[in-house]
């Protein structure tokens, strides 16, 4: 009996615009997988849908298609049919771009008509004769145009039985434009109108919206950044002849040639010369690593010395940097989008709200009131559920918290963050550039009998004057003051140090040749400590040891104190060894069980996720391309300014000072702005809490209706000002706002 065929699944990457709440890509899941054939996962955070489809029974403009049919617009970013040459970040990033420009147009001429229709609706001596037909021809504009975003939205919903905060606000204008349209054309004159209410909760709402699209999405953009990181072009070595290649060229098994200064093109295995390479992006340990005849080296890179020749050993998607991309893609689409309180509350508070209107004018005509009044009473309770303080309640604050926040060098990505920020409790820190300063510094200086400290340092620094070494800059940072001896017969011993002639005296630094006599444990201890130790030797005897370290920021171990008082467990997590890591560790006030140390981009995602797995809620801070990966998978990253911009568009927040206590303030201050909100839509759900079953007794006419609406969001606002005087542990004296 033959086997039945099992069919060759297709696989497609979508980008989906339009989308405004989880529910929505779930919609767009349930449409896709209604195809036959079709197996979609669609994730709101990214804006993508991950498809795999039966060629014989779908195709890709089947997918768009049903998409489109739930009322959102898509497109392919990968796959068969796909265009190739444009990323799929960068296609994703130009489809945000269209549509955050396209709602800021529509916000921005919005904005301009309702500020006179609100002047005049709300001040009496700026009302000329027959103002109330201007006002009706201008928020008509404003309903039937910049309103489509949300009728339509409400449209789409209906037809699939949903209602979501698109539902109310298209609701809620509706009756206030109906209402004044009656008032205006057949009721009694001096009837009460408001149509300032449509224009101002349409207008505001749309704000917001474009705040949100323009923050949606950003970390997408570290994949082009880390794409661009490699190299373009490599030298590769045919029949002896040096021939300058594209990327894409490259097999396994070919040889190219690296000079200083260069990239290394891909992954690969050290076939003759000696150099250093500077790994920080693949580490972001400061000093390079000295290679020879059969050390693996990594694309992308630097080669900072010597003439390299390397046999490629993967290329192409198979390498670090390309599993690296990858890293960032998975734990960026693994990551859970936060439902907004907003959307979780309005499924069950819109349908009661129009079943409460709905009721109301039902019972007054049943109980013998007038057309006029149970309608008054029906408006009266649509209007006063009209979402403007849901509305105002989370772009104003997030407008407040994240303008304070610029200013103190912080920079929230989006509200998601802020909920993030409430629920971490233990926070995980990359060592160098990060609670160090990322760049070496001579720590102590030991001397033979008879030889003086400066002495040491003097002639070190002559025979290092010419490196770019980090540990060689630091040196030559730290020597006395005054004219560097003059070298003679200088050579660098690669992987050993350098030497020359100083004078009359023969100059050795780097490690030790011989015996070290009465320094010997000076040395041992430099290095258990986790510093590196360079012995100097003058006409072959030891004259001194340099300890050179990666030095603690200042600001350190006051933010380790910080985190804890925050309810953080801190950890750290480096590439570096496990004796530099213990060190840094118990200088900053980090348990030693909590040190990670001798870990690469993968290790870190895999620690951070056996947190995750352990019950801990992980914020990680970092700096680095190798901290990309980590920053994605953690549930709130955070990057330093003066960091990668992988690392920056990886991360949730980041920190632009550069001081690790800005991270504390970051969640502190993200902590507070959702605090805020909270706290907004705690008085925008009460007050229609109370105010609804009034109205719907008829005790409330459509005007106080209106004007208690208009308190409501006055107190919102006003609620979200408070923002203005967080004051951060990292802010100058005296920085603006700073006022408690």
Request: glycine share 10%; charged share 20%.
């Amino acid at each position: 009996m033959n086997a039945p065929d099992i069919p060759t699944l297709s696989r497609v990457e979508l980008g989906v615009t339009g989308m405004t709440c989880t529910s929505c890509s779930a919609r767009v899941q349930r449409k896709l997988n209604k195809i036959e054939g079709v197996d979609a996962t669609v994730n709101y955070s990214t804006e993508t849908a991950s498809v795999s489809y039966d060629p014989e029974r779908a195709t890709q403009d089947d997918l768009v298609e049903a998409v489109r049919g739930a009322g959102y617009d898509a497109f392919a970013l990968s796959g068969p049919g796909g265009a190739e040459e444009t990323s799929p970040s960068a296609k994703l990033d130009d489809a945000r771009e269209r549509e955050a420009t396209r709602l800021g147009r529509t916000t921005a001429w919005s904005a301009l008509i309702t500020l006179p229709v609100a002047l005049v609706s709300m001040i009496p001596a700026l009302q000329f004769p027959n103002w109330q037909w201007a006002v009706f021809a201008a928020t008509t504009l404003v309903y039937f145009s910049a309103g489509a975003e949300f009728h339509r939205a409400t449209l789409a919903n209906l037809r699939h039985g949903a209602t979501t905060m698109d539902t109310l606000i298209s609701l809620g204008t509706t009756a206030a434009y109906v209402w004044s349209a009656i008032a205006l054309f057949a009721g009694p004159p001096g009837e009460e109108i408001y149509l300032e209410t449509v224009c101002v909760i349409i207008t505001f709402l749309l704000l917001g919206r474009w705040i949100e699209v323009r923050a949606k999405g950003r970390s997408s953009r570290a994949l082009r950044e880390l794409t661009e990181m490699g190299a373009k072009e490599a030298t590769l070595l045919r029949d002896g002849t040096e021939v300058r290649v594209p990327i894409s060229q490259l097999a396994v098994g070919d040889v190219f040639v690296v000079r200083p200064g260069e990239k290394i093109a891909t992954d690969g295995r050290v076939v003759e010369g000696v150099s250093s390479v500077d790994e920080s992006m693949l580490t972001g340990e400061s000093v390079p690593v000295d290679v020879a005849e059969g050390s693996a080296v990594t694309g992308a890179t630097i080669n900072t010395s010597g003439r390299l020749t390397v046999e490629a050993t993967r290329v192409g998607d198979a390498t670090t940097l390309s599993r690296m991309a990858e890293l960032v893609t998975q734990a960026q689409a693994g990551k859970a989008p936060v439902e907004r309180l907003v959307d979780r509350v309005s499924r069950i508070f819109v349908p009661a709200v129009i079943g409460v209107s709905a009721v109301t004018l039902a019972a007054h005509l049943l109980f013998g009131s007038g057309v006029a009044d149970a309608f008054s009473a029906a408006v009266a309770v649509l209007i006063i559920a009209c979402p403007c303080a849901l509305g105002l309640a989370t772009p104003t604050a997030i407008l407040v918290g994240t303008g304070r926040g610029a200013q103190l060098g912080l920079l929230i990505r989006g509200p998601e963050v802020l909920e993030l920020a409430r629920r971490v409790d233990a926070v995980v820190l990359d060592k160098t550039g990060t609670l160090t300063r990322g760049e070496m510094s001579v720590t102590a200086v030991s001397a033979a009998p008879g030889t003086a400290e400066d002495d040491v340092l003097r002639l070190a620094a002559a025979i290092e004057a010419g490196s770019e070494h980090p540990i060689a800059r630091a040196i030559v940072a730290a020597a006395p003051e005054g004219a560097t001896p003059a070298v003679e017969d200088f050579r660098a011993l690669p992987g050993r140090g350098a030497q020359g002639r100083v004078g009359s005296r023969a100059v050795r630094v780097g490690r030790p040749s011989g015996a070290l006599g009465a320094l010997e444990q000076d040395f041992a201890a430099a290095e258990e400590s986790g510093a590196t130790a360079v012995a100097v030797e003058v006409d072959g005897a030891a004259a001194g040891i340099i300890s050179v370290r990666d030095a603690l920021k200042p600001d350190a171990a006051d933010a380790i104190e910080a985190f804890r008082g925050l309810g953080l467990v801190p950890h750290l997590l480096t590439g570096d060894n496990e004796q530099a890591a213990q060190h840094a560790a118990r200088e900053a006030g980090i348990d030693a069980d909590n040190v990670m140390a001798g870990v690469l981009p993968e290790d870190k995602v895999r620690a951070v996720e056996r947190l995750q797995e352990s019950g801990a809620r992980v914020a990680m801070v970092g700096d680095g391309i190798n901290d990309a990966a980590a920053l994605a998978q953690s549930d709130l990253g955070l990057a330093m300014g003066a960091g990668t911009d992988v690392a920056i568009e990886a991360s949730d927040i980041t920190l632009m000072n550069n001081s690790l206590n800005a991270a504390v303030d970051a969640v502190r201050l993200a902590r507070s702005t959702l605090s805020t909100i909270r706290g907004n839509l705690f008085w925008a759900f009460a007050y229609n809490t109370v105010l609804i079953p009034v109205a719907a007794l008829g005790l409330l006419n459509p005007m106080l209706a209106g004007i208690a609406m208009a308190f409501s969001s006055v107190f919102v606002v006003l609620n979200s000002l408070r923002l203005r005087g967080f004051r951060g542990r990292s802010a100058p004296q005296g920085a603006a706002g700073e006022s408690r």
